[in-house]
């Protein structure tokens, strides 16, 4: 339970499955986590829960915690008996949730158990943030996010689509229609770029552009209004869990050759090793220790070609992975007919730079305490927003410790 960022009683659910009651299972694992077949699917295990199983202490694999939660949460939803998590009487206090994400979705839950009169206000057209646009189907299908926001329905959360608060509606106006306390969930959705000469080269996109076009927008069908066109030959730039979900997803749209182009060795990848290992099954191509110096286009403005600089691995730097070194003079040309960069990603500026006096970090990020509050008291921040890119179970552990931390500020 430590390795956890949500705190899910994990012995009491496996001790569930093993009797056979499979749906007591799953009311334990509601009863912490907002999201349980989300977290089944996505969240790496292997770092937090099965890091800290005690069979690894003892030479063995660790039980699979992330298979048995995914399970449960299946089990649960096919039945057809999903239970409710209990929730306590109105105590007629408005609250606001800026973003739909895990993160604000975890808070909006948990609020509404409390007996809070919750609203998530939603930029976009669907609710739930990067679990709808930037997860796609083969790994998290809509449907399953579907029924886990129907629930938080069930229980009184209201949702408000297409508002972008900081343009269509300000906090301000929020505070004088009532709202006493307001968690920012925003996320992280405006795309890092490199910078090198060509990038905006025609069928060069960002991984966020790619993925929200096919995943939320339904691009793979050639008949909607926000279509990709087709490619042969794709390159990803990145190591991290977004460039295995872009490179598989071009792999789906009918890519010849897909590579992931990564400035380290394979060793200093962030992706998940389930990710890498799943990438390299479908027949992902790597090219580790490549970086792109610059895109080539046709006579039309569309990429054909991009130059990768080979590199080495020097000393390890901050973050204690070894830093890459160019290797002078040693360049080799790659044909490529699309290009998704998934360099990460930095907070989205409107909604933070709309409230007046919120004190912000590096990159617009909002700067919160250990309770995720601001130094505006009524307003608390979690997720991606606070972080940077990150994780969609540490965004739900922000969201639920802010919705504690907000309960207990209003009831004072």
């Known amino acids: 339970m430590q390795g956890c960022p949500v705190s899910i009683n994990i012995p009491s659910f496996i001790k569930n499955i093993e009797r056979g009651e499979f749906l007591n299972a799953a009311r334990v694992l509601k009863s912490t986590s907002a999201l349980p077949a989300v977290c089944g699917r996505v969240c790496p295990q292997e770092k937090q829960c099965e890091s800290q199983c005690m069979h690894l202490k003892m030479g063995h694999q660790p039980v699979a915690i992330g298979y048995l939660e995914r399970f449960s949460a299946d089990f649960e939803r096919e039945s057809g008996h999903i239970s409710l998590p209990e929730v306590a009487p109105s105590n007629g206090k408005k609250i606001a949730v800026i973003g739909s994400g895990p993160a604000g979705l975890s808070f909006a839950g948990d609020m509404a158990k409390y007996g809070y009169d919750v609203t998530v206000f939603e930029a976009l057209h669907e609710i739930g943030g990067v679990l709808k646009y930037g997860i796609p189907e083969f790994r998290l299908p809509n449907k399953i996010v579907d029924v886990e926001i129907d629930n938080l329905h069930k229980i009184g959360v209201n949702f408000i689509k297409d508002c972008i608060v900081g343009k269509t509606i300000s906090v301000k106006e929020l505070e004088a229609e009532g709202f006493e306390g307001i968690f920012v969930g925003s996320g992280a959705g405006l795309p890092n770029f490199m910078n090198i000469p060509g990038e905006n080269f025609i069928n060069i996109m960002s991984s966020n552009e790619y993925l929200t076009r096919v995943n939320l927008m339904d ?128 907070p989205n500026p409107i909604v933070p730079t709309s409230i007046k006096g919120l004190e912000l970090g590096r990159k617009n990020t909002i700067v919160v305490g250990e309770n995720m509050q601001t130094n505006l008291p009524t307003i608390f921040a979690g997720g991606d927003i606070v972080r940077g890119g990150a994780t969609v179970i540490l965004a739900m552990g922000d969201g639920r410790r802010a919705a504690q931390s907000m309960h207990e500020y209003l009831s004072k």
């Not at 691009?219 to 390159?235: E, L, Q, Y």
């Not at 200093?268 to 290992?277: D, F, G, H, S």
């Not at 130059?307 to 830093?323: C, F, H, I, N, T």
Request: glycine share 8%; with cysteine.
């Open 219 to 346: 691009a793979s069908n050639p008949d909607t209004d926000t279509p990709i066109n087709p490619a042969k030959s794709v390159m990803v730039v990145g190591g991290g869990n977004t460039a295995m979900d872009s490179c598989r997803t071009a792999k789906r749209l009918g890519a010849e050759k897909v590579y992931i182009v990564y400035r380290r060795s394979e060793a200093e990848m962030p992706a998940r090793l389930e990710e890498v290992k799943h990438a390299k099954e479908e027949g992902i191509e790597f090219l580790t220790l490549h970086n792109p110096l610059e895109y080539l286009a046709d006579e039309s403005g569309a990429v054909r070609a991009v130059v990768l600089q080979k590199m080495e691995l020097g000393e390890p730097d901050a973050s204690g992975r070894r830093s890459p070194q160019p290797i002078p003079g040693a360049t080799v040309t790659l044909d490529i007919d699309q290009a998704i960069v998934a360099v990460g990603v930095s």
